[in-house]
């Protein structure tokens, strides 16, 4: 186990009559899990080590301007495409006012937040990797800025993916590009359950463009939250077994990823998608996100990868959709292979075109 970096620091702190106006803005994906985190423990501790894709189009863009709290205490007003949300400033609000040890300038100022994410609300993809990865990235540039602290990149990052695995473990993952791990292994040093570790150097090639196209079969809210969803591996007969083979997998994969080996790729990753989902249908309650057109989609990219030998595979979030999995060398096949096999099992929303990317950028 990683020591606890200590963050608590009271210097961060505006002295009276010098509380400073201004506004920052950045943007951060969402990242998508090769092998899943799925079960947690206090304090956003993960039961298992994950890793996961950074992507690219698909992120929260967040401007947050501040000014002296009138109150004497946090205040905040939060819009979510240009209307005021009660729900995210509510969430939101207990957030700083949870980092208040961390960040004590929080207490001090007036936060009006505006966000928006570019891949639809309703589409199901998780956006609270998005969401809070972004809020970490500005409350830590704040820090830098207002305070000269956090100079060196490396502790930047580390500090921003800290804080955002306490607003969602899956956000630490989301301040690096890339692959990243969050949770602490054997075979990469450097790992922790407290924030993400960026893998890239070691990466074979064809993994460093691959794509993900998001195949939206079903635009309803999500049936389960991340939340309840973590809670039920407390009691989860396969639980144990289930934490185990998630570090096997990752090293596995790992192994495989530096040696561009596809099908082992293709092996573990799938495997990992299904027994998410096992472990949702073998829970109680039990639940069962799959919709019909899941199946369809992922028996057409079976027959698909069996007729052209080419290396397509599928992951699963917690949700209907399915993330198509591919190197960019085969984009034209498999935009044919949409088109002709699986356009008919899409909501209106259709899919979004993905793939990897470089992480979080200050547009402001
Ligand atoms: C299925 O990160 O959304 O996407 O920490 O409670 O916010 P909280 O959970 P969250 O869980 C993500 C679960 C997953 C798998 C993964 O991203 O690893």
New binding site residues.
């Given amino acids: 186990m990683n020591s606890e970096p200590d963050y608590h620091n009271t210097a961060l702190k505006f002295a009276d009559g010098d509380i400073p106006s201004g506004k920052m803005a950045w943007r951060s994906p969402s990242?998508?899990?090769l092998v899943?985190?799925?079960g947690?423990k206090p304090v956003?501790i993960p039961q298992n080590p994950?890793i996961?894709f950074t992507l690219s189009k698909s992120y929260s863009e967040t401007e947050v301007s501040y000014s002296p709290a009138v109150s004497g205490s946090l205040e905040m007003e939060f819009y979510f495409d240009g209307q005021r949300n009660s729900v995210f400033e509510e969430k939101t609000a207990n957030f700083f006012q949870s980092l208040s040890d961390v960040f004590p300038f929080v207490n001090q100022l007036k936060f009006i937040i505006r966000s928006q994410n570019t891949f639809p609300h309703s589409a199901g993809i998780?956006s609270?990797?998005s969401g809070?990865s972004v809020l970490a990235m500005i409350l830590c540039d704040m820090e830098r800025q207002l305070f000269s602290t956090l100079k060196n990149d490396v502790d930047f990052r580390r500090k921003a993916s800290f804080i955002a695995r306490l607003?969602?473990?899956?956000?630490s993952r989301s301040v690096y590009g890339g692959l990243v791990i969050w949770g602490e292994t054997e075979v990469v040093s450097g790992t922790s359950d407290l924030y993400g570790f960026p893998m890239n150097e070691e990466i074979h090639e064809i993994f460093t463009r691959y794509q993900d196209t998001i195949l939206l079969v079903d635009a309803g809210e999500k049936k389960v939250s991340?939340?309840v969803?973590?809670g039920l591996m407390n009691s989860n007969p396969y639980a144990g077994e289930r934490f185990k083979q998630a570090h096997e997998n990752l090293s596995e994969l790992l192994q495989a990823m530096r040696d561009g080996d596809t099908a082992t790729f293709i092996r573990i990753t799938e495997s990992e998608a299904l027994t998410?989902h096992a472990m949702m249908m073998t829970s109680q309650p039990y639940f069962l996100l799959m919709k019909p057109n899941t199946l369809q989609i992922i028996e057409r990219i079976f027959t698909f990868r069996e007729k052209t030998g080419l290396p397509v595979s599928f992951t699963l979030?917690?949700g209907p959709n399915v993330h198509m999995l591919y190197p960019a060398a085969i984009k034209a096949e498999v935009k044919q292979f949409i088109e002709d096999e699986l356009v008919s099992f899409l909501s209106p929303l259709g899919f979004i075109d993905d793939e990897v990317g470089k992480g979080p950028e200050k547009i402001l």
């Fill in positions: 990242n998508i899990a899943k985190y799925w947690k956003q994950s996961s998780a609270s990797a809070m607003g969602s473990g899956s956000a991340s939340r969803g973590h998410l979030d917690a």
